[in-house]
């Protein structure tokens, strides 16, 4: 598949001069919260990240599996993977990358404080085989190793250990450590400067050992959260590239003669709800959960007007979904995404007959600077769910604080956007609606969701080598969580990066903004 790419006339000329240093100014809607690889398995984290670090397998610009840190691999058993590791590299202080960084990369990644532990839930072990080589050990028969662990990103042991930062950062618990602010991996940028919330500048690194597409040498990275200042940096010039060109504002930008560059996501916004507790945290309803009820559950969803949301908050920049998972992802089971129907005096009934005929309180958890348009989005299903007597507290915050926030739970009702990195059907099922367990199941299972035969499903599909069989185990599954109205998805959003004349970029459906790939021409 073929993606689209930022560009304008100019630069069709020159480029600027090799003896100038070239820079790109980014803004985007939030800031990366943390330079720990590990500590966030975020889009914005995951995307920044990667251009400092690497994994043994990563992505091209048409989302083909590609060597990084490993120059290839072979499945050499049901159950183990050889990585050939790549020679002649090094870390950012120049330390050699070995071996010995992988198998700790991988145990790191796993460790009770990591938010990548889903990523290597299905590894048993990792061993080194010589110094050019490991072998990754799954649990069970697993076919897509390769592309599940193109998150996780490899880091220097040496380097961790001299800095007390062997174990990841728990953003649970607020707790940091040296690979917060600093950073040193093997990609083609390093870092030279961290102001968190205000300011990050990345500078080529010289001693990258493959060919850059782009002519990049600094990257200066600023989070800008109001829509307008963004837009504004965006058309006066003070930026280059912009993450997300609100949607209000894309006529006016595009009339300004900047480039919007407009493209599907894999991302699916979706809300959910606490299904575990006996007794909601933030309601009025007390000695028990709505939301165990799925009269309940489905009344909220069929309270959802939307169409209304889609054309008057979203801007017709948005596919509207029935289903957790986005078409492009493999195993999408395309005759499951129909949503429940818009009707109010049905979701009515259903609360009525559910015990709860004038409604209840509840309070709702949103971020107001992750999802395009969140708060916005938020407010309006405020107001579409009180429309059947559910009058919601609406909790709108940063997500520096809404996401240790949800993910120890602390939540009855909340938004959510999830974007499979490894493209394929499983990654929400195990993520978002496998019950909550060991080894990151179901760790953005924030709700608790639970069913028996889902998890069943869940395992059978990720040791089933065959195709056709996998995507029947995957429609079972989806189809099961789809009756149990475990989420209410709403829908896919649309990517708009804005790009100044003479900046050229890659843009890949998983959001990741790789610099190695942007072209700045003169000015």
Excluded at 162 to 189: H, L, M, Q, W, Y
Excluded at 193 to 199: M, S, V
Excluded at 353 to 374: I, K, L, S, T
Aim: proline share 6%; net charge neutral.
């Amino acid at each position: 598949m073929k993606f689209k790419t930022c560009a304008s006339a100019l630069l069709l000329t020159a480029f600027a001069s090799a003896t100038h240093a070239v820079a790109l100014r980014v803004a985007t809607a939030g800031d990366a919260l943390s330079m720990d690889p590990d500590s966030l398995n975020e889009t914005l984290q995951l995307s920044f990240t990667g251009n400092i670090y690497e994994g043994l397998v990563g992505r091209d610009k048409d989302m083909n599996l590609v060597p990084l840190l490993a120059t290839g691999w072979k499945q050499t058993s049901p159950t183990v993977w050889t990585f050939t590791l790549r020679k002649g590299v090094a870390f950012h202080d120049g330390t050699p990358f070995t071996a010995d960084d992988v198998v700790f990369s991988f145990a790191r990644a796993a460790a009770p404080s990591s938010d990548l532990k889903s990523e290597v839930a299905s590894v048993k072990a990792v061993r080194k085989v010589g110094d050019d080589a490991v072998e990754i050990e799954t649990i069970e028969p697993f076919p897509i190793l390769p592309s599940v662990i193109t998150n996780v990103y490899i880091m220097s042991r040496q380097w961790c250990v001299k800095n007390k930062a062997e174990v990841p950062v728990d953003r649970r618990k607020g707790i940091e450590n040296t690979a917060s602010f600093k950073a040193n991996g093997t990609g083609p940028f390093r870092l030279r400067e961290r102001q968190p919330g205000t300011r990050t500048v990345l500078d080529r690194y010289a001693g990258y050992y493959d060919k850059v597409d782009g002519n990049v040498d600094e990257v200066v990275f600023t989070p800008i959260a109001n829509d307008a200042t963004r837009t504004a940096a965006l058309l006066s010039g003070e930026v280059d590239l912009v993450d997300p060109v609100p949607l209000q504002d894309v006529d006016r930008v595009r009339g300004a003669g900047i480039d919007v560059l407009q493209g599907p996501e894999l991302r699916t916004i979706f809300v959910g709800m606490d299904e575990s507790r006996d007794e909601l945290q933030f309601s009025n309803v007390k000695g028990r959960n709505p939301f165990k009820d799925r009269r309940v559950r489905e009344a909220l969803y069929q309270a959802v007007d939307i169409d209304s949301i889609r054309s008057r908050v979203m801007h017709d920049a948005v596919v509207p979904t029935g289903l957790l998972i986005a078409p492009l992802v493999k195993g999408y089971p395309a005759d499951l995404n129909h949503r429940l129907p818009y009707n109010v005096e049905l979701a009515k009934k259903l609360l009525m007959e559910a015990g709860y005929p004038n409604g209840f309180q509840v309070g709702m958890n949103c971020p107001n600077d992750r999802y395009v348009n969140d708060a916005a989005v938020c407010q309006a299903l405020a107001a579409n769910f009180a429309r059947i007597g559910v009058k919601v507290d609406l909790m709108l915050e940063s997500k520096a604080s809404y996401f240790p926030k949800v993910m120890r739970r602390e939540t009855s009702l909340f938004l959510l956007g999830w974007t499979p990195g490894t493209v394929d059907a499983l990654d929400p099922l195990y993520a978002l609606v496998a019950t909550p367990g060991a080894k990151g199941q179901g760790q953005f299972n924030l709700g608790a969701y639970s069913n028996p035969a889902v998890d069943d499903l869940v395992g059978k599909i990720g040791s089933e080598m065959d195709r056709a069989r996998r995507d029947s185990l995957i429609h079972q599954a989806y189809k099961l969580e789809q009756d149990d109205v475990a989420h209410i998805p709403l829908y896919q959003q649309t990517l708009a990066w804005g790009c100044r004349h003479g900046v050229k970029a890659v843009q890949l459906p998983t959001n990741r903004m790789y610099f190695k790939w942007i072209k700045v021409s003169a000015q």
